[in-house]
């Protein structure tokens, strides 16, 4: 085949011909029998050969002559009919597509759909779910239901083995992940409970595992978490999967962090750093490294840590969007703090604090006050420290972070309004703090 996803027209004249190789011809096959629409319609356009004769055979040799001419006849009449699958399943494509967007008035829906119809929108509207998980969780879970009775409805013999249940396991892992952002924990678990039992390939079970895993840390069962991603890292590296497995171990670092295991945090970022595919995944790769900078940072390490910082600046420039730049800003005020310059570190953290509410990020913004509290107190300014821990009280409460998690806070508080608050009581209320920001 040729460099790009396509066949190319010659490719599929030397198809009709026979002229192509064992391995090319296979490829061939698989890459029509995906659907592709262009290229099924580009094959479609082509003039299919005449139906050859059967007529006696005088000897053995043109006995095997007839019988490979009248299996290359099947061949082609078989291709036939996976090019005009692959067409009705573009027709359906673009028929589900227009459902999604909205194009389409509820009086103009096919009635009733066809199997092929039903595929399509299961897989649009799972698209959309996904899609939609970190803008609206609400539609997330609206598009993940349909996708889920849509795959429900359709006939798993009218499909290649195993593809409707891949399907079936894709959906209710995204109404899991939908139910788990809306906050209907014991619905999630459920609908976990229900991809898991659909599941008959290892792919699409490794994924919903690693969603579970998730919905392990929203519930706080750091240990169960981390045992489930510490199995599934063992069985992608088994797989050969290496990169799964750097995003995984990434994900293991965050769960450490979390435990407030600083050490064990910057072992499985460095360890994701040697996995993953940094060349073709840079979100990943910029999310592992700055990981690695901040437990670097949070252990003591300051000058080597803002020697990488200043290393992976071009990376945040040509890969991180605006959060990413105020996290790079934070990072580098908590290293200027730990390195003594406080004026300096003072100035980074009030700039980080309103470009964090710009960004109606205020939850990160309360934790840039508690940083801030950090150095006021180490310079002597214990009023501010009482003002700048009432107002993060006020913002957390606002937010309606759990009573557990303020503790530590509320506690800061009556210390800081008597001027015996220390900075080893505000980390302790920040890192507690902190672990609530994955809850969502």
Known sequence: MSDTPHLTPVEIANFWALDLEDAGFREFVEHLAGGCPDCCGLAGQLPWPLEILRRPAANDGERAASLENMLDFRLRSRM??????????????????????????????PSPPTQMLLFARAKGWLAEARGERREDPERCLFAAVLAAGFAGSVKPEDHPE????????????????????????????????????????????????????HFLLALRRLTEAE????????????????????????????????RQDD??????????????????????????????IDSTARLGHFETALAWLERCAPMYAEFGDVTDFIRRRWVEAQI??????????????????????????????????????????????????????DEAVS??????????????????????????????????????????????
């Not at 573009?90 to 103009?108: C, R, T």
């Not at 100035?347 to 990020?361: G, I, K, P, S, W």
């Not at 409460?397 to 503790?407: D, H, P, T, Y």
Request: charged content about 25%.
């Open 80 to 109: 036939k009919k996976t090019l005009a699958l692959g067409l009705e399943l573009a027709e359906a494509q673009d028929q589900a597509k227009d459902e999604v967007e909205g194009l389409v008035e509820l009086d103009e829906l």
């Open 162 to 213: 195993g593809e409707v249940a891949n399907l079936r396991t894709e959906t209710w892992t995204e109404v899991a992940n939908a139910r788990r952002l809306t906050g209907d924990f014991e619905s999630a678990e459920a609908a976990f409970h229900r991809a898991a039992g659909v599941a008959t390939e290892m792919a699409p079970l490794l994924e919903s595992a690693e969603s579970a895993a």
């Open 395 to 440: 913002t957390f409460q606002a937010l309606k972070v759990r009573r557990e998690a303020l503790a530590g806070l509320l506690l800061l508080q009556e210390a800081a309004r008597g001027e015996q608050a220390t900075v080893a009581m505000i980390q302790a209320a920040g890192a507690s703090l902190r672990a609530e920001t994955t809850r969502s």
């Open 336 to 389: 200027q703090a730990g390195l003594g310059n406080l004026s300096c570190a003072d100035t980074y953290l009030r700039a980080v604090r309103v470009d964090f509410e710009d960004q109606n990020l205020f939850y990160e913004a309360s934790l840039v006050t508690l940083d801030l509290c950090a150095v006021w107190i180490r310079r002597g300014k214990f009023r501010e420290v009482a003002c700048g821990v």
């Open 227 to 258: 045992d489930l991603l510490s199995f599934l890292q063992r069985v992608q590296e088994g797989r050969g999967e290496r990169h799964a497995a750097g995003r995984i171990c990434l994900e293991r670092g965050i769960v450490a962090q979390l």
């Open 263 to 292: 050490s064990a945090a910057l072992h499985l970022f460095l360890q994701s750093l040697q996995l993953l595919d940094l060349t073709n995944h840079p979100d990943l790769a910029l999310a592992a490294f700055h990981n690695t």
